[in-house]
């Protein structure tokens, strides 16, 4: 059947009243999110993965499976990304388990001219399959594209060591791909109100250095840089110790995306939109409604 067959069809059994069109009550919700998210904060756009519904039949996954969540977001994300990549974009990408799922949707068919770029060093301690360096391999390959990587450890042992690392030939031609970079693509990591991050486990920081962000007011953890509920990066010595893109640098990308799942960081996300450190935001449902939650209780505060 050729398709203006198949369209004249679907008018006349429109028009008879035989088929309607009806976006699913969960869809609805979540666009009505994504435009009070956008508004709110003045994002260039929002996502909102459908699926947590308070338990009702209509979800699309049960609120409590947070890696089916998780995926559902990361779907999102694959989506978005190659709806808007083209090619000579510079991307910056990070490490994670949500980007690591957001590469495995994306469609291999899809081949971009593009640079991807390791946005910190590696994490030692991390599961190889989601290090930065194993990840921009695997998504410059899946879009044909080209890849520089970080070739050293993430935190050094001292600033003067730290330094020296970037002074590297290698080390320098991936920082100056940083003034290149457009879009980023980041996950994040939640210090508040619970310790959910990696980087809190000893195995990447002391006690004595946690205890100093603790100090300073840390609620997460973006591209390795550590900020405060203001979306400030916390003043210690990590700052100085990291291999990883400068946070005002990072500020400047044109487009910086945000993948995040789990009402848990709804505290870390809104700090980092209260920063203008998020452009893009593709998150749950049960998030975005955390966030504004927040929000609001932020701005009653404020009033009062």
């Known amino acids: 059947i050729s398709i203006t067959t198949v369209s004249r069809l679907l008018k006349k059994a429109k028009e008879e009243k035989i088929v309607e069109f009806v976006i699913r009550d969960p869809y609805v919700e979540c666009i009505h999110l994504e435009q009070a998210l956008k508004e709110t904060f003045a994002l ?62 994306l469609n291999p068919a899809q081949k971009v001219g593009a640079t991807f770029v390791t946005l910190h060093g590696s994490i030692a301690f991390c599961d190889s399959e989601l290090d930065v360096r194993t990840l921009v391999t695997r998504i410059s390959k899946a ?19 730290a330094d020296i690392i970037k002074q590297e030939k290698n080390i320098q031609k991936v920082y100056q ?36 962000l603790q100090e300073k007011n840390v609620v997460g953890d973006i591209a390795l840089r550590f900020i405060d509920r203001d979306g400030k990066e916390c003043e210690t010595d990590l700052r100085d110790r990291m291999i990883s893109i400068d946070l005002e640098k990072y500020k400047k990308i044109d487009t910086k995306i945000t993948i995040a799942s789990g009402s848990q960081k709804a505290q870390t996300v809104l700090s980092e939109l209260k920063g203008k450190l998020i452009d893009v935001l593709i998150v749950d449902y049960e998030l975005g409604m955390e966030i ?11 009033e009062e």
């Open 177 to 212: 791909k940083f003034d290149e970079i457009n879009i980023a693509i980041t996950g994040t990591g939640s210090f508040h109100p619970d310790l959910c991050s990696v980087l809190a486990k000893p195995e990447f920081m002391t006690e004595e250095e946690l205890k100093k």
């Open 292 to 302: 504004m939650r927040l929000k609001k209780l932020e701005d009653e505060k404020q």
């Open 143 to 161: 879009f044909s594209g080209t890849n520089y990587p970080l070739l050293t450890e993430a935190l050094m042992s001292s600033k003067q060591t």
């Open 44 to 105: 260039k756009d929002v996502v909102i993965a459908p699926g947590i519904q308070n338990g009702r039949e209509d979800a699309i996954v049960d609120e409590k499976d947070e890696e089916s969540v998780k995926k559902l977001v990361a779907l999102e994300g694959a989506r978005y990304l190659q709806r808007i990549i083209k090619d000579n974009d510079v991307l910056g990408i990070t490490w994670g388990s949500t980007i690591y799922h957001l590469i495995n949707y």
